[in-house]
């Protein structure tokens, strides 16, 4: 039987144009690690049993829980419903389980809202102080889609590569995350690599890798 938790929306704030932070209580004795998710619902009629997996994007450590969630205004699903939701509305979370399992230093490659099971972990590796080695190597479609940019930009500098492909932007890359651009931005492919995307994205870049020399034991893609 999956335990089951009902917790009320106590903050709300967009991330980007179509993100939204969603910060709920956090249940006595619930516990994660960084990197690990959960099945959401939306607690209201007819939602209940509408499972959605949702990373964690607070730490353990925080006092309440943190989602950092896309929302899909273009059909009737579950992410449209949190886009609705208001302070004191509430969620159904269920059984932690793991997403991405954190290894060591490397490079983390994310497309989209596929970053979000990486923000815990810089958030730890901040708070340890252990953000030297990291890279994280991001895509999006356009320059208004990049989840947290301020933040990364801060923990990360110039480790934080972004590149755009959907418009041409001063400052940003404008190409797919292809062989030849793994190629360039990586010059040593025995360390870990974490991979989180669009199931075919994470596809191709787990056959670049390879071709690249990247032993398959150090590649970590989202479960």
Known sequence: MQEKHIVKV????????????????????YSFIPGQATEVAVNKPGWEEELRPFTFTALNNDANLE?????????????????KLEEGDELIL??????????????????????TP?????????QEKKLDGHYLIFSNRTKKD??????????????????????????FDHQMIDEQYLKE??????????????????????????SLGADVESVVFEK
């Open 10 to 29: 106590l903050e709300l704030e967009p991330v980007t144009h179509n993100v939204r932070r969603v910060v709920v209580e956090k249940p006595k004795g």
């Open 118 to 126: 990486f923000i815990a972990i810089f958030r730890m590796l901040e």
């Open 146 to 171: 990049i989840i947290l940019r301020g933040e990364f930009t801060r923990l990360l500098g110039d480790r934080f590569i972004n590149t755009i492909t959907d418009e041409k932007v001063e400052g």
């Open 94 to 115: 269920h059984d932690v389980w793991g997403t991405i399992n954190y290894k060591g230093p490397g490079y983390f490659i994310a497309g989209g809202a596929g970053v």
């Open 67 to 83: 989602f950092t969630i896309k929302v899909y205004d273009d059909h009737d699903g579950v992410t449209n419903q949190i886009g």
């Open 185 to 210: 931005k990586i010059s040593n492919f025995d360390q870990n690599f974490y991979v989180c995307g669009p199931k075919p994205m994470i596809k191709d870049i787990r056959k670049h890798l390879e």
